[in-house]
């Protein structure tokens, strides 16, 4: 069980895993919290956005919808390989999940299919939302997924978690489809490999 890092410590934590980051507004103080606990921390989720245009969304993910408020993640991973944050504390991004998919995640075990929706996502997983169309044939240059890679393992490496901590949205809450176009068990890969 881990108490989410401050934003200063997440800050240096990516910038010492190699990625250049831009620092988005408030981002800072830009939360949900008032929706409820952000913590104990758990894990690494990622997702794609369904834009094109890295400006726009990153506008997107820091604003959110109008039924479901910014911010929607806590770092935007645009195609070029840059993190921008967007918000930092309680972040739409996950919904409800699966209980035993998060007791594997803790547990850094094998995940189980998600097949129940019982359990605040928002409150234990750091979110990362990638831009991409999602729909399998919008390409994942090299260097976003280098981003990825390296956003996940600066995390992983802070809280001590190896790359079982690190799931994609679909592995979370049953009819998700992202992250589309790669496969979380070769990201968990390229992390293990990173922070062995």
Same mark, same amino acid.
């Given at each position: 069980?881990?108490?989410?890092?401050?934003?200063?410590?997440?800050?240096?934590?990516?910038? %010492?895993?190699?990625?250049?980051?831009?620092?988005?507004?408030?981002?800072?103080?830009?939360?949900?919290?008032?929706?409820?606990?952000?913590?104990?921390? &758990?894990?690494?989720?990622?997702?794609?956005?369904?834009?094109?245009?890295? %400006?726009?969304?990153?506008?997107?993910?820091?604003?959110?919808? %109008?039924?479901?408020?910014?911010?929607?993640? &806590?770092?935007?991973?645009?195609?070029?390989?840059?993190? &921008?944050?967007?918000?930092?504390?309680?972040?739409?991004?996950?919904?409800?999940?699966?209980?035993?998919?998060?007791?594997?995640?803790?547990?850094?075990?094998?995940?189980? %299919?998600?097949?129940?929706?019982?359990?605040?996502?928002?409150?234990?997983?750091?979110?990362?939302?990638?831009?991409?169309?999602?729909?399998?044939?919008?390409?994942?240059?090299?260097?976003?997924?280098?981003?990825?890679?390296?956003?996940?393992?600066?995390?992983?490496?802070?809280?001590?978690?190896?790359?079982?901590?690190?799931?994609?949205?679909?592995?979370?809450?049953?009819?998700?489809?992202?992250?589309?176009?790669?496969?979380?068990?070769?990201?968990?890969?390229?992390?293990?490999?990173?922070?062995?």
């Amino acid at each position: 069980m881990s108490p989410p890092m401050s934003a200063s410590a997440f800050l240096r934590a990516l910038k %010492a895993e190699g990625l250049t980051v831009v620092e988005v507004g408030d981002w800072r103080d830009h939360n949900r919290n008032h929706k409820g606990p952000w913590g104990p921390v &758990h894990g690494v989720m990622i997702h794609h956005t369904v834009t094109k245009g890295s %400006a726009g969304t990153v506008e997107l993910c820091r604003r959110g919808y %109008a039924d479901l408020p910014g911010p929607l993640c &806590h770092g935007v991973i645009t195609k070029d390989g840059r993190v &921008h944050l967007v918000g930092y504390g309680r972040a739409n991004h996950a919904g409800l999940g699966d209980d035993d998919v998060l007791r594997a995640v803790i547990a850094e075990k094998r995940l189980p %299919a998600d097949n129940e929706l019982n359990t605040d996502g928002n409150r234990h997983f750091y979110g990362f939302e990638c831009e991409n169309l999602g729909d399998g044939e919008d390409p994942w240059p090299k260097a976003q997924l280098e981003a990825i890679e390296r956003a996940a393992a600066a995390v992983c490496r802070h809280h001590g978690w190896n790359e079982r901590s690190v799931i994609g949205h679909k592995e979370w809450q049953p009819g998700k489809v992202d992250p589309r176009g790669f496969t979380m068990t070769s990201m968990r890969k390229r992390i293990g490999d990173r922070l062995a």
